[in-house]
């Protein structure tokens, strides 16, 4: 059983349109993540939730949207897509992100090419 | 501000030679935790270790070992007769205490281990 997974994997979609991806954890943690890893493969957080609430919004575009409908589920809507956001784009939880130095543990990414 | 600073892009060694991977970091917090992540080419991140500002005591897990020293700023890793199966990109990455939890990552370094 993967413990965060996310789909899909791959992505390949033309310029603006809408995509989602979604991503489900089975550790119970309270936490969720969405980072972004670009072309040159650094890794930068964008939002995270704890139990269904925005802890941080990393001033990312407006047309990215984050979704949690319970707190094993993390979803992101991407509006408007453009050829910057071709990027891998990873979920991850931890047991609580308000107590700190708890541990990250990501999903396989999801690759998403703009064409 | 945070900073992790990963000073080596590529190294590449033949198998079975050791190999340290540097990671210098930078934050005003004196409670701050530090992880190294492994990215394979499949393209996953696995989580490595996590260590507390607080405990120095270098750490060995089989091949691989972590210098901690706080008087440097530095988390070095070490691959001791290194494998092929060890190529990959490594993070090394930085949590503060305080606020909510998130991890600044290094640039990485991207291992290559040659038959």
């Known amino acids: 059983d993967t413990a965060v997974s996310q789909t899909p994997k791959y992505l390949v979609t033309q310029m603006g349109n809408d995509k989602s991806i979604k991503c489900e954890q089975n550790l119970g943690h309270d936490t969720m993540y969405w980072y972004k890893q670009d072309s040159k493969k650094f890794l930068k957080i964008m939002f995270s939730?704890?139990?269904?609430?925005?802890?941080i919004n990393e001033t990312v575009p407006n047309r990215f949207s984050p979704k949690s409908p319970d707190k094993a589920h993390l979803n992101l809507h991407i509006n408007s897509l453009e050829l910057g956001d071709s990027a891998v784009y990873f979920c991850a939880s931890s047991q609580d992100s308000l107590i700190s130095g708890n541990t990250i543990y990501f999903g396989e990414g999801s690759w998403l090419t703009v064409v | 501000a945070q900073k992790v600073t990963q000073a080596q892009t590529e190294i590449s060694v033949v198998e079975k030679e050791d190999v340290t991977l540097d990671c210098v970091y930078e934050t005003r917090d004196t409670t701050y935790y530090l992880f190294w992540y492994k990215q394979p080419p499949s393209g996953e991140l696995v989580f490595l270790i996590r260590?507390?500002?607080?405990?120095?005591q270098n750490e060995i897990s089989g091949r691989y070992s972590w210098n901690f020293q706080k008087s440097t700023s530095s988390f070095n890793f070490t691959i001791t007769a290194s494998q092929v199966v060890d190529s990959a990109v490594y993070f090394c990455?930085?949590?503060?205490?305080?606020?909510?939890?998130?991890?600044?990552f290094g640039q990485g370094t991207r291992l290559t281990i040659n038959p």
């Open positions: 990455a930085l949590s503060e205490a305080g606020g909510a939890q998130k991890l600044v």
């Open positions: 939730y704890n139990n269904k609430e925005l802890i």
């Open positions: 260590r507390n500002s607080f405990d120095e």
